[in-house]
Every structure is written in C-alpha cells, then in structure tokens.
C-alpha cells in the first residue's frame, strides 16, 4: 500500500505511516505532538518534535521522565541504537502502568542540530483503550516496526 508522510509540527521532522492501518488524531491539537490510532482500536502512536536540540544521551532520561508523569513504575526493558534512513536513533522499549493496566511503549528517540524527534507506539487493553497492554504487543510488533520505521529526519 502507498505510504502518506505526516509533517512534524516542528522541525524538519516526519513519518511515512500506511494509511490502511493507522489514522491521524485530528482532535489533537498540541503544538509539538501528533498522535494515531491504530484501525483495530488497540494500538496507539505519538509523533513529538521540538526544535530545541537535546543530545542523545540525555534523551534516554527524558524519555523515562515523560513515561513516569503517567506511570510511576516505568522500567527500561531494552535500548538499542538504531539506523533509519542514514540517522542513528535510540530504540527504546519500556513497561509500565497506566491506570492499572500494564502497557509497553516503544519507540525512537532523536536529538541533533535539526531539534528532538520522539516517535513512540504503545498498545492498550481491550477494556481500557489508552495505551496498548503487553499482551497485544506481540500482535502488532510487525505494525509498530513499520510505523516506526517511516520516521523521517530532514526534508
């Protein structure tokens, strides 16, 4: 299926994301952030971008420090540098619980001279549709790499 690029709200930033499968949040309004919805309803995305530049290594704490504002437990499971597109990023998967549900976000974490990009996925439980539940992460693993995978760093 043809790909649609979603502009970042700031920055040279962006996504391809397949549009069979994900849907734009037009009710979102913030400046620096984008969300999606998967189309089964159990999957969830965020583009953020500022134009500010944080370096890479202190991406990692800020990531963790953004997922404690709404779920105090958060632990990294893995990190990993990733290549996309000629970029390096910091590939980070991390639990949490959100409203007693547990949830798993993944995603990418950049920082250079164009500004930061975090691009995150998370999936949610059947009963509570804000963040996606461990148990349906390996359901759309293939899904949320690909979303993932479309980030887009400079024009």
Same mark, same amino acid.
């Given at each position: 299926?043809?790909?649609?690029?979603?502009?970042?709200?700031?920055?040279? &930033?962006?996504?391809?994301?397949?549009?069979?499968?994900?849907?734009?949040?037009?009710?979102?309004?913030?400046?620096?952030?984008?969300?999606? !919805?998967?189309?089964? @309803?159990?999957?969830?995305?965020?583009?953020?971008?500022?134009?500010?530049?944080?370096?890479?290594?202190?991406?990692?704490?800020?990531?963790?420090? !953004?997922?404690?504002?709404?779920?105090?437990?958060?632990?990294?499971?893995?990190?990993?540098?990733?290549?996309?597109?000629?970029?390096?990023?910091?590939?980070?998967?991390?639990?949490?619980?959100?409203?007693?549900?547990?949830?798993?976000?993944?995603?990418?974490?950049? @920082?250079?001279?164009?500004?930061?990009?975090?691009?995150?996925?998370?999936?949610?439980?059947?009963?509570?549709?804000?963040?996606?539940?461990?148990?349906?992460?390996?359901? &759309?693993?293939?899904?949320?790499?690909? &979303?993932?995978? @479309?980030?887009?760093?400079?024009?």
């Amino acid at each position: 299926t043809g790909k649609v690029f979603v502009k970042a709200r700031k920055g040279p &930033f962006g996504v391809w994301i397949d549009p069979q499968k994900w849907t734009q949040d037009s009710s979102e309004e913030d400046p620096i952030k984008i969300t999606f !919805n998967h189309k089964s @309803g159990d999957a969830y995305a965020m583009v953020i971008s500022e134009r500010i530049s944080v370096p890479m290594e202190s991406l990692k704490k800020l990531a963790v420090a !953004n997922a404690k504002k709404v779920a105090p437990d958060v632990k990294i499971v893995s990190e990993e540098k990733r290549v996309v597109k000629g970029k390096e990023l910091l590939c980070l998967k991390l639990t949490a619980t959100v409203q007693g549900i547990p949830a798993i976000y993944y995603g990418y974490y950049y @920082g250079g001279s164009e500004g930061t990009l975090q691009v995150t996925t998370y999936t949610a439980s059947k009963q509570v549709t804000t963040y996606t539940a461990s148990n349906f992460f390996d359901e &759309f693993k293939q899904d949320l790499d690909d &979303f993932l995978n @479309g980030t887009q760093i400079g024009q």
